[in-house]
């Protein structure tokens, strides 16, 4: 599902996305798009959690261990300005 947003940018780089758009024949959101996925599969430091999900247990403290492990698993990752 696309959304609509508004973003402020340089006038020479629009004009850059202009000419590029017309020259390969895409749509200037696909190729903000595609700029936008490859810079944060570089710089987003969010790490994806192995799993979950929602349901009824019978161990009453299964919710709480699972945000601590979510918690620990995000802690154990650097950030880029540490590496």
């Known amino acids: 599902m696309l959304k ?8 020479d780089l629009l004009e850059r ?4 758009a ?3 024949g ?5 190729v903000i798009a ?3 996925e490859a810079h944060l599969e570089t710089n987003d430091t ?4 192995p799993f979950l999900a ?8 299964l919710s709480l261990d699972g945000r601590g492990i979510a918690r620990r698993e995000a802690g154990q990752r650097p950030r880029p ?3």
């Open 54 to 61: 929602v349901g009824r247990s019978d161990h009453g403290r």
């Open 26 to 30: 895409v749509t200037k959101t696909s």
């Open 17 to 20: 996305l202009d000419r590029f």
């Open 4 to 11: 609509r947003t508004t973003i402020l940018i340089d006038s």
């Open 22 to 24: 017309a020259r390969t």
């Open 46 to 49: 969010t790490p994806d959690l």
């Open 81 to 83: 300005e540490e590496t």
């Open 34 to 36: 595609a700029a936008l």
